[in-house]
Antibody, heavy 121, light 107 residues
């Protein structure tokens, strides 16, 4: 079964850090383009970051650039999002998602169930 | 960054009728446009990619059209399970971007 499972969310104070993980199974992780997407409570979807080690792309939304870092471990079949200098506006449900065809430009066909990050004092 | 807009924000439709949702990009995205459905408490689900290709397992009552900057998602013969939020997304250029969504609810 193709599956993505996020973990690592929680309550964190403004200015602190948090690291999210996404465990992948059922597909060839190292050939995939992977993304982070977030959704604040009651609001829409926002693309956060994407990575393709095969193609050599890592990119970030302007709202997180310089504060968030995406990485991957092909041995552990896992995607990570290191979030530093967290702000209240980073409060959201964070999803990891897979790019459909292994290309740099493709839709997201597999999504995890998300992990909630709450930034509050 | 490419800005995506969707209209209307809310669409009230009766079961069995047809819903037409619009999506516009601030610059051409060619055919690199996807539609997702999201229900409360669930992750988004891919419906349409490359503007008009249905994803695996998606019923034929969902159809997509358009290219460049103007796109449409049509849901024919609306079923009870189709009442949900729908998002468009461009993936022609990084950073990718989503529209704000259209809520399809029961009239």
């Amino acid at each position: 079964e193709v599956k993505l499972v996020e973990s690592g969310g929680g309550l964190v104070q403004p200015g602190r850090s948090l690291r999210l993980s996404c465990a992948a199974s059922g597909f060839t992780f190292e050939d995939s383009v992977m993304h982070w997407v977030r959704q604040p409570p009651g609001k829409g979807l926002e693309w956060v970051s994407g990575i393709s080690w095969n193609i050599g792309i890592i990119d970030y939304a302007a709202s997180v650039k310089g504060r968030f870092t995406t990485s991957a471990d092909n041995v552990k079949n896992s995607l990570y999002l290191q979030m530093n200098s967290l702000r209240a506006e980073d409060t959201a449900l964070y999803y990891c998602a897979r790019g459909r065809g292994g290309l740099a430009q493709d839709a997201f066909d597999i999504w995890g169930q998300g992990t909630m990050v709450t930034v509050s004092s | 960054e490419i800005v995506m807009t969707q209209s209307p924000a809310t669409l009230s439709v009766s079961p069995g009728e047809t819903a037409t949702l619009s999506c516009r990009a601030s610059q051409s995205v060619s055919s690199k446009l996807a539609w997702y459905q999201q229900k409360p408490g669930q992750a988004p689900r891919l419906l349409i990619y490359d503007a008009f290709i249905r994803a695996t397992g998606i019923p034929a009552r969902f159809s997509g059209s358009g290219s460049g900057t103007e796109f449409t998602l049509t849901i024919s013969f609306l079923q009870s399970e189709d009442f949900a939020l729908y998002y468009c997304q461009q993936y022609n250029k990084w950073p990718f971007s989503f529209g704000p969504g259209t809520k399809v609810d029961i009239q």
